[in-house]
Every structure is written in structure tokens, then in C-alpha cells.
């Protein structure tokens, strides 16, 4: 959910079609990827590293209906840990065919060679997903993964004390902004929410809402905009509440912010789809008495929102078998049996269209089973989320938001200048890469 990269990009000084889509071009005829299953001397045995739950009891209902074509799940790492390990088994020569890779590892598994272009597998099924969720998986005019699960953004809320205080479920950030004021006068002790300069994936995911777009490739060069006008409007507008004192400043997922979720301390949490199993875990105490609305836009009206987390299935540049990696990664994300049982084994919220109202989802998460209608809304939510690019070094760009957010919070400094630290980072360390840059 709070996803972070840890790698090391080798040097690029092509455009987008090297820098993004090199790993995927004649080494695909060489691998014999091509050839069906019927050629091989037996069934396909394909290899598949994820960390999802319960993913082995999914493949098995593939591993059923097709004997030519059989996976194998291993569970090796996630997250970081499992980045890591891929471009060990990449540079060893004997990574999985497919696995599990965040939608901001994609461009660092690229460049580094792991990860094929599919495009020519799966370009009939792109409808089964919004071109939000497309988008977080092409990369010029190649596709490098089908997206798996991800978390559209939304506002969870204590409705039993915004009720107490006279709050309204605010549908803009201006309004935010005034019940924040508000319950803060009514109640010194209590606040609306924190911000926190620890967790670069959720304020990535409030500055897309906003606009923002980081990284992009004009198929020849970089350009990094970190710090552009709609990330510096998001940033400045929660500097703006911390600096009054009317929103906490407290990192989250922490000992402290758990019990302040629990008790009442705090009154909402602007997070994704996935909120409900976190506040089931922090905050027990309080089941029945969340509820969720969409994220408050800048503009009434305006329905856009981001993603903060999410994972896409992709395949090996040198597996031997890409076209049957690609037909299970399909089946996987698309299939309606297949939807149905990553929502009830593996917990996870279905990027494709359809996964969002399998029978599963028709009710509500048992946290909040004040809101059945929980399902339907986040549906309507994910239909309008943003997509996004994200850069070769997304490590370095969220490393140096731990570094200069949480700095700026203690030292009571803008907001603005640690964004001017992730921009200078994030363009210096692209240029030690070997990226051409247009903001060089």
C-alpha cells in the first residue's frame, strides 16, 4: 500500500522506445517465447513470484482447466525485497516467467530489462480496464503488464462524531479546510486528519488528483516536474493546515496514529479502496462507525481522483514462454472466475471493470457494515481515477520525501522547498543514470 522501489537504473541515453521497451524487442523470437504449448515435449510449466494471499488457491483453478499450461507459485519477497531479487535472478538469467510488480516499479524493472512488452498478448483485452488503469501499465506505445489490483482514493470519516460536532461530509479541499477549523475550535484536542512526511505514495496520489504528472517521455528524452504548479497547490494547501495547527503532523502507521484513529483523536483519513482492512487492524474499537465519500475535489464538481498503492502481473523478458505467461496473466486479471476468487482469497480490489462488482463486492466490508452501498460508490470512484507516469527512479524521489518532508514538518519550513528537494534529486540522480533529461 505504501510502496516503495529500491533499485539501482542502468544507464539510458535513448528514448522512450530504448529507455522503456528495449528489453522487449528481438530478445522475444531468441527466447522462443512464440512457440504454442502443443510444441513443447509437455505441459508448459510456467514459474510466477508474487506476495498477493492466497494467490496458489487462484492458480490452482487455472492449473485445473489447463493441463498444457501449468503455473508454479512462489512466494520470494514483496514490495522492495522482491524488486531486488528479480534483477538478481534477471542479471543470473533465470527470473520467473511472470511475477507481481507495483505500478511505480515498472519503469525501473524496464529499463533494467526484466520486463517484456506484451502488447501484441493482450492488446484485445485493454477495454476490460479504464484508461486510468491502462495508463499505469503502457509506456509509449507499449504495454508491460496487465494491471492487477489498485487503490482508487477516497475519504473515510467517523460519521457517529462528525454527526456529534456539527460536521459536514466536505466535498471540496476549501470546505476540508473550514471543518477542519471547525471541529479544532469546537474540540482543541481533536483533529480532522494528519499529514504525513512519511508516506511519498499518499502524497503522490493527492498531487495526481490535483494533476500533477512527475515524470513523462517525449520518446526521446525525460522531463521531471516533481515540483510543477499542481503538486506545489497540494503541497502548499497542507502546509497551510499543519502551519495553523488545525490538522495534526504526525507520520502514519505508527503506534501514536493507530491509537489516535482508535480513540477519536482523529476524524478522517483521506486513503484508497483498501482503507477499511487497515482501520479493522489500528482501530477495532470502531467498526460501524466509518464511513467512506469520494475525496474532496479543488474544483465542485470535479470528480478526478488518484491512486495511492495497487500491483500489476508482468512477464519475464527472458522467459521462454511468453505468450503462455501472457494468456495466464490475461486469464488472471480478467477472467470472472478468476476476479471472484482474488476478491474472496487474495482480498484484493480488481483493477478490471467487472472484478469491481463481482458478487463479493455486492455487500459491505465487514468494518463498515454501515455502508452496504460501499462497493457500488468505490466503482463509481475508480471510473475517474487519474492515470499516471511514473520515472526510472521513483526510490530516490520517495526516499528524499521521507527525508525532506518529515524536515519540513519538525522544522516548521514550506512545503514547497521539500518538493524542490525531491525535483533536485530526483533530476540529479537520472543524470548520474544516463538519462537524457530536458530539465537537465
Known sequence: M??????????????????????????SKSNGQSGSAAQQSGPVKLTFWTWAT???????????KNPNIQVTVSTPAQGDALVTKLLAANKGGNPPDLFQAEYQALPSLITNGVTADISKYVGSIQGAFTD???????????????????????????????????????????????????LHAKAPKRFLTTFSGHDPGWFAGLAEQAGAQWWSNDGKS???????????????????????????????????????????????????????????????DTKGKWAMAPLPAWTAGDQ???????????????????????????????????????VTQGSLYPAATQGQSTPSLQKAPDFMPNQPTFFQTAQQISASAAGFTWGPDVNVAYSTYNDAFSKAVQSHQPFTTALDAMQSATVADMKKAGFALTNS
Open 54 to 64: 492466497n494467490i496458489n488457491k487462484v492458480v490452482a483453478i487455472w492449473n485445473q
Open 222 to 284: 525525460w522531463t521531471v516536474a516533481i515540483n510543477d504548479a499542481a503538486t506545489q497547490k497540494v503541497a502548499s494547501y497542507w502546509n497551510g493546515l499543519v502551519t495553523r495547527g488545525v490538522i495534526q503532523g504526525q507520520p502514519m502507521y505508527t503506534p501514536q496514529w493507530n491509537k489516535a484513529m482508535n480513540d477519536g483523536t482523529l476524524l478522517a483519513w483521506p486513503s484508497a479502496v483498501w482503507g477499511p482492512a487497515v482501520l479493522a487492524g489500528i482501530a477495532p
Open 132 to 182: 486510468g488503469a491502462w495508463k499505469l501499465v503502457r509506456f509509449g506505445s507499449a504495454t508491460y503488464a496487465i494491471p492487477q489490483d489498485f487503490g482508487p482514493m477516497m475519504l473515510f470519516y467517523r460519521a457517529d462524531l462528525f454527526k456529534q460536532y456539527g460536521l459536514a461530509v466536505p466535498t471540496t479541499w476549501d470546505q476540508f479546510a473550514q471543518e477542519a477549523a471547525t
Open 304 to 342: 478526478h481522483v488518484g491512486f495511492w498503492g495497487g500491483s500489476s502481473t508482468a512477464v519475464a523478458a527472458k522467459s521462454k514462454h511468453q505468450a503462455q505467461a501472457a494468456q495466464f496473466a490475461a486469464w488472471l486479471n480478467t477472467d470472472p472466475q478468476a476476479l471472484e476468487a482474488l
Open 2 to 27: 505504501r510502496a516503495k522501489i529500491l533499485v539501482k537504473a542502468i544507464p539510458a541515453l535513448l528514448g522512450v522506445v530504448l529507455l522503456l521497451a528495449a528489453c522487449s524487442g528481438g530478445g
